[in-house]
């Protein structure tokens, strides 16, 4: 990426807010062709608004979120944001890594969740304008230090968020450290494509491309098991309407109170490639998720419970948005036979991750 010349179409910024200490957040408008748009946010680097056209040429905000600042430093849900050192859980909040043990924060009872207290999710990144082929973009950057939420360490972390004018949400991640660590970043917004945040997902139809998945404890944490999806609830690799089998009495479902597992997606890890296709019949629109992530944590909103309000005073009640999380597999640094989700001593980190949307 380079940084904008004052010749490119420059996204908007406006100020979104100060933090307690008085740092000042920025809120970034990118637009594109087809009557797009994307709001985000150097705090946390969230995805605040998503703005996608229907069948009719009617564009509605398709992602949960919150009108002002003070809504993400408060949040606990995790709407929109960069997820991170490592989404998702770690069981008991403790790994072994190069001969040494550690202990990171335990923010999910007994587990360690999305990095943490703080996170990725807590803190203001550095942002500015960049150049991209075919879209608007910015750039978001931040330092995390040796030993923060108990990591090992000194990370630099960039997100690159692109609005292509083919409709497409690219997340670019690019990571480097100077010892191993942890390193699993994931993007955590709440989709409903009915572009109303008052109606469930349950009509939304999904597909994911996985012929297995990881099955959880109690505590959600896998539990090392990769279980066919053959005969289960678990089986999206046809497109099928999500609240069929939600309130399954599978006894995965009933863990969870839905779904919130991770999916072992198929083809190459490293490549790009088409996993995952989420439709809502209502509206037209129409989600194709592609990344280069072994796996994809689908997540139904199930603890959302109409305490947290989002943007207009709406509030957000069980399932009206779902999480599509591409990421390596939960608890993956205490299961060797998982993919690894670590970085190793050459210092490296990248992922692909795209939202790509469309109409019927």
Known sequence: MRAITSQAVLP??????????????????????????????????ALVSLFVPDRNGMPADTVLGYDTLEGYVRDRSYLGVTVGRCA???????????????????????????????????????????????????ELMYESVDGEEGYP?????????????????????????????????????????TGSPTTTVLDHHLRIDADAFTPVDRDLIPTGEIRTVEGTPMDFRTLRRIGVSV???????????????????????????????????????????STDQPGL???????????????????????TGLCLEAQQFPDAVNKPHFPPATVGRDGKYRQTTIYRFSVR
Request: aromatic fraction near 10%.
């Open 88 to 138: 998702n859980r770690i069981a008991r909040g403790c790994f072994r890594l190069e001969g040494n043990d550690y202990q990171v924060t335990r923010n999910e009872g007994r587990n360690h969740l999305h990095g943490g207290a703080i996170g990725f999710q807590k803190v203001l990144w550095t942002s500015r304008p960049v150049e991209a082929d075919g879209g608007q973009s910015v």
């Open 153 to 193: 360490g000194n990370v630099t972390m960039q997100v690159v968020y692109t609005l292509s004018d083919s409709n497409e949400i690219i997340i670019g991640y690019t990571g480097t450290t100077d010892r191993p660590t942890v390193l699993n970043p994931s993007h955590h917004s709440y989709f409903n494509l």
């Open 12 to 45: 908007k910024r406006a100020v979104f807010g100060r933090l307690p200490d008085g740092r000042e957040a920025t809120l970034y408008t990118l637009v594109n062709r087809s009557g797009m748009r994307a709001d985000v946010t150097d705090f946390g680097a």
């Open 297 to 319: 944590q689908f997540y139904s909103g199930n603890a959302l419970d109409g305490t947290t309000r989002g943007k207009y005073g709406v509030a957000y009640r069980c399932r």
């Open 247 to 289: 309130l399954d009495s599978y006894e995965q479902l009933l863990l969870g109170n839905g779904f919130d597992h991770n999916w072992v997606l198929r083809g190459r890890a490293g490549e790009v490639r088409e996993v995952a296709e989420l439709y809502d019949p209502a509206s037209g629109r129409c989600l194709t998720l």
